[in-house]
């Protein structure tokens, strides 16, 4: 592949990546993921003063000092096959990026919870049930590799969703 197409598909990438609101969320979903978000929100702060956080609809999201990178996508393919490229929003050094969605019945993911190294930062996965239902949390923390204030960021963020959820594996 060329360098102008490279070029040209991490611009586009990074167009895409741009959050797009969803249509129309209820004020139930937020409700559900208020007192979660309060809690998470409590962990960043202690050790990121400076992050940034929302909670729109599903969906509660935090970072800080992060930047989009271009890696090899997880993804599941056939032995030999190519399994491209992604943008990624992740950590730069000192920083933390942090998803948590509430979804629905719990479907089987393409990938097992923990942690992956994805080159430029480690990222874990977890799917926690929540307690007395059917739904479940997605919860993706990226941070950079050798950060302890990160790891510590990890470790909290588990003791913080164990309230809410039934237990969640380190």
């Known amino acids: ?26 004020a139930d979903e937020s409700k559900q993921l208020n007192p979660i978000h309060a809690s998470v929100k409590k962990v960043a702060e202690k050790g990121y003063q400076d992050s940034a956080d929302y909670l729109f609809g599903r969906t509660a999201h935090f970072e800080q000092n992060t930047i989009p990178y271009v890696l090899e996508a997880m993804v599941k393919v056939p032995v030999g096959v190519d399994p491209g490229l992604e943008v990624v929003r992740g950590p730069r050094a000192g920083g933390y990026w942090l998803e948590v969605e509430l979804r629905d019945e ?9 942690k992956s190294d994805r080159g430029e930062f480690l990222e874990y996965v977890y799917y926690p049930q929540l307690k007395g239902g059917k739904q479940h949390l997605y919860i993706v923390l990226r941070i950079p590799k050798d950060d302890k204030r990160a790891t510590a960021l990890h470790d909290e963020l588990l003791n913080a969703v164990k309230e809410f959820t039934t237990p969640v594996a380190g």
Not at 106 to 113: K, L, M
């Open 106 to 114: 719990f479907h089987p993911y393409p990938r097992a919870e923990g």
């Open 1 to 26: 592949m060329s360098i102008t197409k490279r070029i040209f598909l991490v611009l586009a990438m990074c167009l895409m990546a741009v959050p797009v609101a969803q249509a129309a969320s209820s």
